[in-house]
Protein backbone atom coordinates (compact mmCIF):
# COMPACT_ATOMS: atom_id res chain seq x y z
CA UNK A 1 0.00 0.00 0.00
CA UNK A 2 1.60 3.14 -0.86
CA UNK A 3 0.73 5.85 1.49
CA UNK A 4 -0.32 9.18 0.48
CA UNK A 5 1.37 12.45 2.51
CA UNK A 6 -1.32 14.41 3.76
CA UNK A 7 -2.31 18.10 2.72
CA UNK A 8 -1.44 20.51 5.17
CA UNK A 9 -4.79 22.53 5.74
CA UNK A 10 -5.09 25.80 4.43
CA UNK A 11 -6.84 29.15 5.15
CA UNK A 12 -7.47 32.37 3.56
CA UNK A 13 -7.60 35.76 4.89
CA UNK A 14 -10.57 36.65 4.86
CA UNK A 15 -11.55 33.23 6.59
CA UNK A 16 -8.55 33.65 9.46
CA UNK A 17 -10.17 37.32 10.02
CA UNK A 18 -13.78 35.79 10.11
CA UNK A 19 -12.67 33.13 12.70
CA UNK A 20 -10.99 35.52 14.85
CA UNK A 21 -12.61 39.22 14.43
CA UNK A 22 -9.77 40.72 12.85
CA UNK A 23 -9.85 43.00 10.59
CA UNK A 24 -7.38 41.51 7.11
CA UNK A 25 -5.52 44.47 7.29
CA UNK A 26 -4.43 43.76 11.07
CA UNK A 27 -3.11 40.05 9.46
CA UNK A 28 -1.44 42.01 6.88
CA UNK A 29 0.36 44.42 9.58
CA UNK A 30 0.93 41.48 11.87
CA UNK A 31 3.09 40.19 8.78
CA UNK A 32 4.43 43.21 7.44
CA UNK A 33 6.00 43.06 11.22
CA UNK A 34 7.27 39.92 10.90
CA UNK A 35 5.05 38.65 13.56
CA UNK A 36 3.34 36.05 11.02
CA UNK A 37 4.65 34.54 8.02
CA UNK A 38 1.86 32.87 5.61
CA UNK A 39 2.77 30.30 2.54
CA UNK A 40 1.18 31.89 -0.86
CA UNK A 41 -0.46 30.18 -3.60
CA UNK A 42 0.72 30.06 -7.23
CA UNK A 43 -2.17 33.54 -7.26
CA UNK A 44 -0.06 35.27 -4.60
CA UNK A 45 -2.81 34.65 -2.57
CA UNK A 46 -2.04 34.45 1.60
CA UNK A 47 -2.54 30.57 3.10
CA UNK A 48 -2.03 30.42 6.85
CA UNK A 49 -1.40 26.84 8.43
CA UNK A 50 -3.19 25.35 11.44
CA UNK A 51 0.98 26.48 12.78
CA UNK A 52 0.29 30.03 11.78
CA UNK A 53 -3.32 29.94 13.40
CA UNK A 54 -1.21 28.68 16.89
CA UNK A 55 1.11 31.57 16.19
CA UNK A 56 -1.95 34.32 15.68
CA UNK A 57 -4.32 33.03 19.21
CA UNK A 58 -0.58 33.25 21.28
CA UNK A 59 -0.37 37.34 19.33
CA UNK A 60 -3.79 38.08 20.00
CA UNK A 61 -3.84 36.66 23.30
CA UNK A 62 -0.19 39.08 24.17
CA UNK A 63 -2.02 42.27 22.88
CA UNK A 64 -5.39 41.88 23.69
CA UNK A 65 -5.18 40.34 27.06
CA UNK A 66 -2.29 41.51 28.41
CA UNK A 67 -1.54 44.90 26.77
CA UNK A 68 1.67 43.97 24.83
CA UNK A 69 2.33 46.28 22.09
CA UNK A 70 3.61 44.77 18.92
CA UNK A 71 7.30 45.46 19.73
CA UNK A 72 6.87 43.50 22.93
CA UNK A 73 5.27 40.78 20.82
CA UNK A 74 8.05 40.52 18.36
CA UNK A 75 10.69 40.23 21.45
CA UNK A 76 8.56 37.39 23.07
CA UNK A 77 7.77 35.37 19.85
CA UNK A 78 11.97 35.84 19.06
CA UNK A 79 12.35 34.69 22.55
CA UNK A 80 10.44 31.68 22.56
CA UNK A 81 12.07 30.67 19.55
CA UNK A 82 15.93 30.88 20.87
CA UNK A 83 14.22 28.87 24.02
CA UNK A 84 13.15 26.31 21.93
CA UNK A 85 16.00 25.77 20.19
CA UNK A 86 18.09 25.86 23.05
CA UNK A 87 15.69 22.83 24.14
CA UNK A 88 16.13 21.10 21.01
CA UNK A 89 20.55 21.59 21.79
CA UNK A 90 19.78 20.23 25.34
CA UNK A 91 17.64 17.17 24.05
CA UNK A 92 20.86 16.36 21.17
CA UNK A 93 23.44 16.92 23.66
CA UNK A 94 21.80 14.86 26.16
CA UNK A 95 20.93 12.10 23.92
CA UNK A 96 24.64 12.27 22.98
CA UNK A 97 25.57 11.86 26.83
CA UNK A 98 23.29 8.88 26.92
CA UNK A 99 24.78 7.23 23.86
CA UNK A 100 28.02 7.80 24.67
CA UNK A 101 27.64 7.12 28.94
CA UNK A 102 29.44 3.75 28.70
CA UNK A 103 32.54 5.29 26.99
CA UNK A 104 32.98 7.89 29.55
CA UNK A 105 32.78 5.82 32.48
CA UNK A 106 35.29 3.75 30.50
CA UNK A 107 37.68 6.48 30.67
CA UNK A 108 37.32 7.97 33.78
CA UNK A 109 38.15 4.21 35.01
CA UNK A 110 41.10 4.03 33.31
CA UNK A 111 42.18 7.35 34.46
CA UNK A 112 41.45 6.60 37.71
CA UNK A 113 43.14 2.94 37.70
CA UNK A 114 46.22 3.70 35.85
CA UNK A 115 47.36 6.73 38.33
CA UNK A 116 46.42 4.89 41.89
CA UNK A 117 45.39 8.62 43.58
CA UNK A 118 43.08 10.11 44.93
CA UNK A 119 43.54 13.25 42.83
CA UNK A 120 44.81 13.68 40.04
CA UNK A 121 48.56 15.29 39.77
CA UNK A 122 47.63 17.91 37.78
CA UNK A 123 44.71 19.01 40.32
CA UNK A 124 47.67 18.38 43.15
CA UNK A 125 50.24 20.75 41.50
CA UNK A 126 46.92 23.18 41.13
CA UNK A 127 45.98 22.94 44.17
CA UNK A 128 50.01 23.21 46.12
CA UNK A 129 50.33 26.13 44.03
CA UNK A 130 47.14 28.01 45.34
CA UNK A 131 48.32 27.18 49.31
CA UNK A 132 51.84 28.61 48.33
CA UNK A 133 50.11 31.86 46.90
CA UNK A 134 48.03 32.22 50.32
CA UNK A 135 50.67 31.51 52.09
CA UNK A 136 52.75 34.08 50.89
CA UNK A 137 49.79 36.76 51.40
CA UNK A 138 50.00 36.76 55.28
CA UNK A 139 52.09 37.94 57.08
CA UNK A 140 55.42 36.29 58.58
CA UNK A 141 54.23 36.04 62.65
CA UNK A 142 50.76 34.25 61.20
CA UNK A 143 52.34 31.48 58.96
CA UNK A 144 52.25 28.37 60.59
CA UNK A 145 55.24 26.53 57.85
Do not use: C, W
Request: proline share 3%; no cysteine.
Amino acid sequence: MATRKRKERTYTISAVAAQYGVHPQTLRLYEREGLLKPSRSRGNTRLYTDADLERLELILSLTRELGVNLAGVAIILDMREKMEEMRREFERFFEYLQAHIHEFAQYADAQASSSGALVPASRVAALRRRDEARLEDQPAFERTE
